[in-house]
């Protein structure tokens, strides 16, 4: 039976501790450009979830593609398709993709990335969905903060210039407000379970934050929905985040800040007949032979 990130240590929450994943990419694939983006997935939590629910011959699915963690599944023969509404994004991924023609030929033909609005082209066959949502109202930025005079440096600024550069489709999901995004992601989980062959998972990995000093508990909201949708849950992990700027400079003033990540893997049900068919199997060969 596989176990979930068994290489890694926990801590005393039983958070799992995955490293900072910047050396492990460069020796990669992926362009210089990711390697500034604070909300890029975590390159040995991917890998951990791949290792966990795929198998070679497989197709995995990650419906909001960014900067394309993704791929490595292509290294281990599992076919991969990524959607990206925005432009920059999807620039970067086909920039990883030819980085990747370069090292290993062979994986590209597992590969498809699609620069297109997920809502529309949905539900698109697959086995398994890999996929951290965004936050409602994260890319909705109207302009760029000036330095501070006492910051150290133009951390702050860039960031805000970088995620305005990446945010300009008017469809992003994640430019509109809680209600709005709410019902958005309520019709993309049920595409992603309409997606999946029975028997698939779906991976969200997703975090709470805080507003106006409280936590908001989205995780809880988002397996509520889930549920809804006909998906069962099978497991539910944590992870330490080792906390990108924002997070560091917001702990520094002594605000509440969120350091688990939800990590939370449900599976589309087997059909009824099929289920009872593998469950009569299983009890078959694991019965206790009668002298």
Known sequence: MKQFAPGYQRDENGWILFPRDVDDRKHLFFPEEVMKHPAKMNFHLQQAIIEYVAEEGDTLLDPFGGTGTILIGALQGIKVILIEIEDGYYQLELQAKANLEEQMPDAV????????????????????????PPYAGAMDIRKVRKKREDAPD????????????????????????????????????????????????????????????????LSKWADKVC???????????????PGHGFTKIAKSQGKLVVEDEDIIIYRKPLPTDKLNTYLTEVTRLTATPVA
């Open 227 to 241: 549920k809804q949708a006909g998906f069962e849950l099978q497991d539910w992990f944590k992870w330490k985040t």
């Open 154 to 217: 133009n951390w702050l600024v860039e960031q805000d210039e970088r995620m305005k550069a990446y945010s300009k489709s008017p469809r992003n999901i994640s430019k509109l407000n809680t209600f709005l995004y709410n019902m958005e992601m309520a019709k993309l989980y049920r595409l992603f379970y309409t997606s999946l062959r029975p028997g698939g998972t779906f991976t969200n990995i997703i975090k709470d934050r805080v507003e106006g000093g409280e936590r908001l508990y």
């Open 109 to 132: 033909g597992l590969i498809t990335i699609l620069h297109a609005d997920n809502r529309l082209i949905l539900p698109i066959p697959c086995d398994h969905i890999i996929t951290s």
